[in-house]
T-cell receptor, first 115, second 114 residues
Framework: EAEVAQSPRYKITEKSQAVAFWCDPI?????LYWYRQILGQGPELLVQ????????DSQLPKDRFSAERLKGVDSTLKIQPAELGDSAMYLC?????????????FGPGTRLTVT | AQKITQTQPGMFVQEKEAVTLDCTYD???????LFWYKQPSSGEMIFLIY??????QNATEGRYSLNFQKARKSANLVISASQLGDSAMYFC???????????FGKGTTLSVSS
C-alpha cells in the first residue's frame, strides 16, 4: 500500500540552527499539507500546496519558516533559525484533491526537539 | 471560521465494551466533511471514518461508526467491541468542500484495559 514518506523521523537541533524536513506524498496526489502538532494538541496547518503552488500559508511564520514543492511532487519544510517553541511533531499529508471530501493520508511525522 | 470541540480529555473502557467519543463542530459552510483519525503513541495519524454533511446515512467502517446529528452539530465516534490496540489519541476534524485543510480538535485519549 502506498504511503507518505517523511524524513528524518527524529531531529534534535540547537536553537538558532537551521533544520529541514522532507516529505514525499503518495504518487499522484496533487495536494500536499504540512501540519505542526504541539504535544497534547491537534495538528494545525502550516502550508497547503496544490501541485507546485501554495494555496494557503496564512499560518506559516514566514520570518523563519519556508516551504517549497518545486516539481509538484516532494516537498521540503525549512526552519531558520530554530527556536525553542518550534519543538513539535511536523506532519505531512497528501490527498488526491483539495476537495474536502477526500481523505488526507498522513506520513509518520518528524519529531523536532530544539535545545 | 470552523471549529471542533472534543470535551473528553480521557476515556477509559474495558475490552469488548463499546465506547463513544464526543465531537461537536461549528461551521457556517453548508457543505462540509467530518473526519476521525487515530494517533497511536508512535505518532502517525490513521484515518478511521468520514461523514459528508449531505450524507443521509451515518458512516460505518468495520467496528467504527459515526453518530451524525446535524441539527445538534455533533459527530460522535462509536467504537464497538474495544480492543487493547484501540488505546490511542483520537481526533475529530472538519473540512469544507472548498478544499481547506483539516481543522482538528484537541483530541481524546482512549485507554482500553483487559
Amino acid at each position: 500500500e502506498a504511503e507518505v514518506a517523511q524524513s528524518p523521523r527524529y531531529k534534535i537541533t540547537e536553537k538558532s540552527q537551521a533544520v529541514a524536513f522532507w516529505c514525499d506524498p503518495i504518487s499522484g496526489h496533487a495536494t500536499l499539507y504540512w501540519y505542526r502538532q504541539i504535544l497534547g494538541q491537534g495538528p494545525e496547518l502550516l502550508v497547503q500546496f496544490q501541485d507546485e503552488s501554495v494555496v494557503d500559508d496564512s499560518q506559516l511564520p514566514k520570518d523563519r519558516f519556508s516551504a517549497e514543492r518545486l516539481k509538484g511532487v516532494d516537498s521540503t519544510l525549512k526552519i531558520q533559525p530554530a527556536e525553542l517553541g518550534d519543538s513539535a511533531m511536523y506532519l505531512c499529508a497528501s490527498s488526491l484533491s483539495d476537495k474536502g471530501s477526500y481523505e488526507q493520508y498522513f506520513g509518520p511525522g518528524t519529531r523536532l526537539t530544539v535545545t | 471560521a470552523q471549529k471542533i470541540t472534543q470535551t473528553q480529555p480521557g476515556m477509559f473502557v474495558q475490552e469488548k465494551e463499546a465506547v463513544t467519543l464526543d465531537c461537536t463542530y461549528d461551521t457556517s459552510d453548508p457543505s462540509y466533511g467530518l473526519f476521525w483519525y487515530k494517533q497511536p503513541s508512535s505518532g502517525e495519524m490513521i484515518f478511521l471514518i468520514y461523514q459528508g454533511s449531505y450524507d443521509q446515512q451515518n458512516a460505518t467502517e468495520g467496528r467504527y461508526s459515526l453518530n451524525f446529528q446535524k441539527a445538534r452539530k455533533s459527530a460522535n465516534l462509536v467504537i464497538s467491541a474495544s480492543q487493547l490496540g484501540d488505546s490511542a489519541m483520537y481526533f475529530c476534524a472538519i473540512s469544507n468542500q472548498a478544499g481547506t485543510a483539516l481543522i482538528f480538535g484537541k483530541g481524546t485519549t482512549l485507554s482500553v484495559s483487559s
